[in-house]
């Protein structure tokens, strides 16, 4: 079965570069998440899309930005990064069809490091 | 705030040796509580949903229980494979679909 793709698997950037993590969820998946997770933290929700449209904002730093297009994958872009935005992240896709069951699946995640 | 907790930090257990792994929560009201297994440097991979208070679900060793404040994880006769870090996470149904982890539980089953 598809899962969410994630690329690139690893990125390193310098300290004030810009950054773009994509994100393909499961087919006719139409909810996105993105989550990120530093070393021996648990994954923070950054933001999530519905149908195109942010659907709910987390503790994303007004330094990121993203988006989901009409093939409904996702971009997270990351400018003027900083040492503390080394860490992995995730996205993880799910079918709000509005029954209980709107379970997550994630993607195996981009490692960001940043010098 | 939601908050989720879990105990222990960490659990080594000899291969065969059964245990439970716990995680509290706090939210407005429960939209549903997910267990995950995670593996280093890997995604969270599903394991299980849990909707209301009372309810149950198993699957192979790992069989997952909710009441009104907490759940277990209960692993029976475990394997070194089951080695892992299980995240509990919850959503409220103030806050749409987005989940709040709890910081995990490392487990670490020795042959």
């Known amino acids: 079965a598809a899962g969410v793709i994630q690329s690139p698997r690893h990125l390193i950037k310098e300290k004030r570069e810009t950054a773009t993590l994509k994100c393909y969820p499961i087919p006719r998946h139409d909810t996105v998440y993105w989550y990120q997770q530093g070393p021996g933290q648990d994954p923070q929700f950054l933001i999530s899309?519905?149908?195109?449209?942010?659907?709910d904002k987390g503790s994303i730093p007004d330094r990121f930005s993203a988006q989901q297009f009409s093939d409904y994958h996702s971009e997270l872009n990351m400018s003027s990064l900083e040492l503390g935005d080394s860490a992995l992240y995730f996205c993880a896709s799910s079918l709000a069809s509005g029954l209980v069951e709107d379970i997550q699946y994630f993607g195996a995640g981009t490692r960001l490091s940043v010098l | 705030e939601d908050q989720v907790t879990q105990s222990p930090e960490a659990l080594r257990l000899q291969e065969g040796e059964s245990s439970s792994l716990n995680c509290s929560y706090t939210v407005s009201g429960l939209r549903g509580l997910f267990w995950y297994r995670q593996d280093p440097g890997k995604g969270p991979e599903f394991l299980f949903t849990?909707?209301?208070a009372g309810e149950e679900k198993e699957k192979e060793r790992l069989k997952a229980t909710l009441t009104k404040k907490e759940s277990f994880l209960h692993i029976t006769a475990p394997k070194p494979e089951d080695s892992a870090t299980y995240l509990c996470?919850?959503?409220?149904?103030?806050?749409?679909?987005?989940?709040?982890f709890g910081p995990g539980t490392r487990l670490s089953v020795l042959p």
């Open positions: 849990l909707y209301s």
């Open positions: 996470a919850v959503q409220d149904t103030d806050y749409g679909q987005n989940f709040v």
């Open positions: 899309f519905y149908e195109k449209m942010q659907s």
